[in-house]
């Protein structure tokens, strides 16, 4: 069945920096379309970044635009997510997922950006 597993997230201080991965399973990772989501207290998952299945065209919230670098690498049925000069605003759980969506989300990984 599909498994998304999210990783690499944790806590750092405002203009830090981080790298988050996500490895897909089960589905043909190659084919999608892939979004990395933010889900925050009190609010529903929005997206923060997206990439196409060959990994040469990407798109990005504007809140992230200029410090988030998403990239893929097909043979390992990996995403990953860039994080540049992390605001507090950054902090949230993320969460990969495909375009059209999967059957099933991940765990997601905890960014906490804070002094």
């Known amino acids: 069945q599909v498994q998304l597993v999210e990783s690499g997230g944790g806590w750092v201080q405002p203009g830090e920096s981080l790298r988050i991965s996500c490895v897909g399973s089960?589905?043909?990772?190659?084919?999608?379309?892939m979004r990395w989501y933010r889900q925050t207290p009190g609010q529903g998952r929005e997206v923060v970044a997206g990439i196409s299945a060959e990994g040469d065209r990407t798109v990005y919230d504007d809140s992230v635009k200029g410090r988030f670098i998403i990239s893929r690498d097909n043979a390992k049925n990996s995403m990953y997510l860039q994080m540049s000069s992390l605001k507090p605003e950054d902090t949230g759980v993320y969460y990969c997922?495909?375009?059209?969506?999967?059957?099933?989300w991940g765990q997601g990984t905890q960014v906490t950006v804070s002094s």
């Open positions: 089960g589905f043909h990772f190659p084919g999608y379309f």
């Open positions: 997922n495909g375009a059209p969506l999967l059957d099933s």
